[in-house]
């Protein structure tokens, strides 16, 4: 893809960036001229393999206040101050309420929304000084849905919504934003145990009625990080083919 630069000059850290949704992102950012700092639980080798010397890989557990630690050193060695965080890591098992356990619900925060918080704390006094910086929660269209099994996944990504909006009215007079992307069902690992009926029948609820792949869900991530968003912060933006509509 040619490099039309609206990225040119920015670091972005992208969790859960070894592979699927997270992937397809960090690879989309460095092809705007971003540097890329891409984190997973094990290293990202293929996701840093596609983007080249503009890529470091970082193993680190998003839930883990060191991880974050280790993310701004490997951040600050290569690239220096970072200007964009897309937290995109999730945990998603599929428990009814009668099988969930308090162990299932704390990972399920942890992962999905201490992140968020860890983040914020870690990387907004540099976007501060830098007077710009831009957060992208990555949440999932399944708030709004009837998905079972799912109790506490829909609290943590509903929590990414709060989460951005409180942030964005913290940190909004030097030039930082806060939003979130609601991804729908999406071609990834995360839903290969899906069958094909369970899938067909998510996507036919779509105004667009097929499956999205990762790249699909990448523009709104890419606009969110530019200037041309600077005036939009708080917002939750869906990205589902048209299945879940707001307002
Ligand atoms: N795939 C979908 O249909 C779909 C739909 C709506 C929302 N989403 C959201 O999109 C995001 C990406 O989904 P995906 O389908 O690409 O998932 P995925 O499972 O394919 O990839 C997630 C990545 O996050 C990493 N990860 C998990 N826990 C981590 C931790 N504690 N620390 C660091 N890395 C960790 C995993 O190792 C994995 O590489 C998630 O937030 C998910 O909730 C996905």
């Known amino acids: 893809m040619a490099n039309p630069g609206t990225h040119q ?13 997270g992937a397809a992102i960090a690879i989309a950012l460095a092809s705007r001229g971003a540097k890329v700092v891409a984190v997973d639980l094990q290293p990202p080798t293929a996701t840093v393999a596609a983007i080249g010397p503009a890529a470091v890989g970082v193993a ?13 050193r490997a951040a600050e060695q290569a690239f220096g101050n970072v200007d964009i965080v897309v937290n995109n890591a999730a945990y998603y098992p599929n428990h009814s309420i009668e099988d969930l356990d ?3 619900w704390r990972k399920t925060m942890s992962v999905n929304l201490d992140a968020q918080f860890l983040s914020a704390k870690q990387f907004v006094p540099g976007m501060r000084r830098n007077q710009w910086g831009r957060f992208v929660g990555i949440s999932s ?7 079972k099994g799912m109790s506490h996944y829909i609290a ?10 409180g942030l964005a009215n913290d940190v909004a007079n030097d030039g930082i934003t ?6 729908g069902l999406t071609h990834t690992v995360a839903t290969e145990a899906q069958g094909e ?3 067909r ?35 939750a933006l869906v990205v589902d083919g048209g299945q879940y509509r707001v307002g």
């Open 9 to 21: 000059n920015r670091v972005a850290v992208v969790t859960g960036s070894g592979r699927g949704i």
């Open 60 to 72: 680190a557990d998003v839930s883990d206040p060191d991880g974050w630690s280790a993310i701004a």
């Open 102 to 104: 308090l162990e299932t």
């Open 141 to 147: 269209n399944s708030i709004g849905l009837t998905v």
């Open 156 to 165: 943590s990504k509903m929590g990414i919504v709060g989460f951005m909006r």
């Open 178 to 183: 806060c939003n979130a992307v609601l991804p």
């Open 197 to 199: 009926e369970q899938r």
């Open 201 to 235: 029948a998510t996507w036919q609820a779509q105004a667009i009625q097929r499956f999205a792949e990762p790249e699909e869900i990448v523009g709104p991530v890419l606009f969110l990080t530019t200037d041309d968003a600077a005036f939009m912060t708080g917002q």
